[in-house]
């Protein structure tokens, strides 16, 4: 139960850049997995050269937002207009590149950013023995949510961003160039994909293709809770985690196909997801 | 299907062709060689003036890449080697001071196979059927290896398994065109089995991570099988996971909780590294012993003598073998000498793979499919840098040495490279599967 908070929380995590810019650009992002990659190894080098695991987070971060605005500035900008398909194909290409330049800068084996010293060893709950590190991923994923939920929902930003998505010409008639507003999004999507990367990366293996998996799970997290949806993706990563760990005490083959049965539920009884609205975009 | 629009003269002309040909020309001889050498797969089309062609699959991308990586650099060498005669060429009597095999110098391509038989099965299609391919080879993963040998028998044309390590490749799955080196799950298992006893002890409790396809369930299966007859082990049960799993933070809290003494990680690549990870962070690792029956190429490299200092296991070959055996020395020197580092097994089972099917064709003095299977059929011994090796004709598996090994700690190790130590050379047959695993030979 309490594994499956923690390994919610990281899902929540990494859902939440993708939730992010569909909800407020309306693009599929295929590049997430990518990007999270793209921070976990931004993460890796600031640590190789400083030791450091905070500047690897603020690295990671920091790289991605860079990053996030070029992509969004080069290409995404372009396909605002152009169907969702159009905008799976061009950000799938833009994935492809980034992982074969790690793969060629950073070659295939996999890498290692080790838990911080303030989280490394294994604390004992009485139950069961569990790692450090993960029980302090709660605590960074709530402070970083509730950052971002700041930005998202109670600044002058975060307005303009839902009332660029409602209308784009009429605030654009007001004055505000939206835009300027699409990029910081874009970029902020970009950010907190690559600040997953780095937190998930003491946990799992740093190599090219450890964005692949997030990518399916991103999106299942998602479905479930309403694609778009901030609380969406927070419940929705929450749930996952924990059909993954319950089911998996029981019957450990079956946590996956327990996890997918349960987004063809929600998709058949609530096709917008728990939190989704319906009729958008 | 596409040769039907290729020739357009239709089967009555050529019926009347021939009729007119027998009427005026009743004497010519046909010859004899024509009759013998009768086309079977892309031979004889695949044979030309100056060389053959060899499909090589590895996966590039996907959990299993850094291995395939050094897979497909195995092959690399082997093929220059055979084509300008130097390595372990001039050391093998049939290839001593030739160039190329039969003289034809062997040209190839590869693909990636994503870790995926699909693109595997794709990727070799159009080597067999464009590039007229006289064998193909190369994999890392038992699904894809069974997939290319069931392609090969269909095609006839050879295969020369790359890395599998399942039993229904040589087993159940087995195939007349396809040739396995790696040690079956089985073979390693019985290689493994006295080692752990010795060192380990007997009557404990086992609990395994298993990954969900063929390899995973094999390696558990002969594992079990083996410390349950042998050591009295009990297992309690395994955690069955997909293949490319990246948290096993609820895997491992049941194994963590489980009470076993023995944890036996069947998890491989990537997998293996994440799932080692994790098991430490764990806890895991501290009031287990942990086994990996078949350990991955850079496990040591990526998990460090921290993590695998003292964990047992086997593996195709390990490049310290060139300290007792002087071709395994011909191979791993040359191989640091061009890619910079020691070759892992996976570039073993690639660079062997290449070599005793250049001596099995040398041997047959045809590219024929058909004679070289009889060639390695019979069962002609090679030294090679395992030691003797050679192939069985029941169910096409090598019988060749397995080597124990058990990961050193950071003060044991001499060199950056030096990450296991052999603790056992089991013969191979000391440990073939007497049954042949259900393998039930097709037909050529």
């Known amino acids: 139960m309490f594994n499956g908070l923690t390994l919610g929380a990281l899902l929540v995590l990494v859902a939440m850049g993708l939730t992010i810019i569909f909800g407020a650009l309306g693009v599929v992002n295929f590049a997430h997995g990518a990007l999270y990659a793209l921070g976990a190894y931004a993460g890796l080098v600031a640590y190789e050269y400083t030791g450091s695991f905070a500047a690897a987070m603020a690295a990671g971060a920091a790289f991605l937002l860079a990053v996030g605005i070029v992509i969004e500035r080069g290409l995404i900008r372009l396909y605002y207009e152009r169907p969702a398909e159009d905008q799976i194909l061009a950000t799938f290409g833009v994935a492809i590149v980034l992982v074969e330049g790690l793969r060629a800068i950073f070659g295939g084996l996999a890498r290692n950013i080790p838990a911080p010293s303030w989280a490394a060893g294994i604390v004992n709950l009485r139950v069961t023995l569990y790692p450090t590190y993960r029980i302090d991923v709660l605590a960074i994923v709530g402070v970083s949510l509730v950052a971002l939920y700041f930005i998202l929902y109670r600044t002058r930003l975060g307005l303009i961003v839902r009332a660029g998505i409602e209308d784009q010409l009429m605030v654009n008639i007001l004055g505000i160039n939206v835009t300027r507003t699409f990029l910081t999004v874009f970029g902020l999507g970009a950010m907190a994909a690559g600040f997953a990367g780095v937190i998930n990366a003491p946990i799992v293996t740093v190599s090219p293709d450890m964005g692949a998996d997030v990518l399916v799970q991103s999106f299942v997290v998602i479905v479930i809770g309403g694609v778009g949806s901030f609380w969406g993706a927070v419940v929705g990563g929450l749930i996952a985690g924990e059909i993954l760990s319950l089911v998996a005490m029981i019957e450990p083959a079956y946590s996956q196909v327990a996890l997918f049965a349960t987004m063809a539920l929600v998709l058949i009884l609530r096709p917008q997801g728990l939190f989704g609205v319906e009729g958008r975009q | ?444």
């Open chain 2, 1 to 444: 299907m596409a040769q039907r629009t290729k020739n357009s003269v239709s089967r009555r002309r050529v019926l009347q062709g021939a009729a007119a040909a027998a009427g005026t020309l009743p004497f010519i001889h046909v010859p004899g060689s024509f009759a013998a050498e009768e086309a079977i797969g892309n031979f004889p089309a695949g044979v030309k003036a100056h060389s053959i062609f060899v499909g090589v699959t590895a996966p590039l991308t996907g959990p299993y890449s850094a291995d395939g990586e050094d897979h497909l650099k195995g092959y690399q060498l082997a093929i220059e080697h055979l084509n300008e005669g130097t390595g372990l060429a001039e050391h093998i009597p049939t290839l001593k001071g030739k160039k190329g095999v039969l003289g034809k110098k062997i040209e190839y391509k590869y693909g990636d196979t994503q870790t995926q038989p699909n693109p595997a099965v794709q990727i070799q299609t159009g080597f067999i059927t464009q590039d007229k391919a006289i064998m193909i080879t190369g994999s890392l993963n038992s699904a894809v290896a069974i997939a290319l040998e069931k392609l090969a028998q269909r095609y006839k044309v050879l295969n020369m398994v790359g890395c599998s390590g399942a039993n229904e490749t040589t087993g159940v799955d087995c195939q007349r065109y396809a040739f396995r080196s790696q040690p079956s799950a089985y073979m390693a298992a019985k290689a493994l089995a006295p080692v752990l006893g010795k060192e380990i002890g007997k009557n404990k409790k086992s609990i395994y991570l298993v990954p969900d396809y063929a390899y995973g369930h094999s390696v558990e299966k002969s594992t079990g099988e083996f410390t349950e007859k042998k050591l009295g082990w009990k297992s309690l049960g395994s955690q069955v996971c997909p293949l490319g799993t990246t948290d096993y933070s609820s895997y491992l809290l049941n194994i963590a909780n489980s009470g076993a003494d023995v944890f036996v990680n069947v998890a491989f690549g990537a997998d293996a590294v994440a799932s080692c990870k994790q098991a430490k962070q764990f806890g895991i690792l501290d009031k287990m012993k942990m086994v990996v029956p078949n350990i991955s190429a850079f496990q040591g490299k990526e998990l460090g003598p921290e993590i695998m200092g003292g964990v047992y296991g086997t593996m195709d070959f390990w490049w310290t073998l060139a300290e007792t055996n002087p071709l395994a020395k011909v191979f791993v020197d040359t191989f640091n000498a061009r890619f910079k580092y020691r070759p892992s097994w996976p570039a073993h089972v690639g660079y062997s793979q290449m070599m005793v099917w250049a001596d099995a064709v040398t041997r047959a003095k045809t590219f024929n499919p058909l004679k070289v299977i009889a060639e390695l059929e019979a069962g002609h011994k090679l030294q090679m840098p395992l030691g003797e090796v050679w192939y069985r004709k029941e169910d096409h598996q090598q019988v060749r040495a397995v080597p124990v090994v058990v990961g050193k700690t950071k003060a044991e190790m001499r060199n950056e490279d030096d990450f296991f130590k052999i603790v056992g050379l089991t013969p191979g047959p000391e440990v073939m599967p007497p049954d042949f695993l259900g393998c039930k030979m097709p037909s050529a």
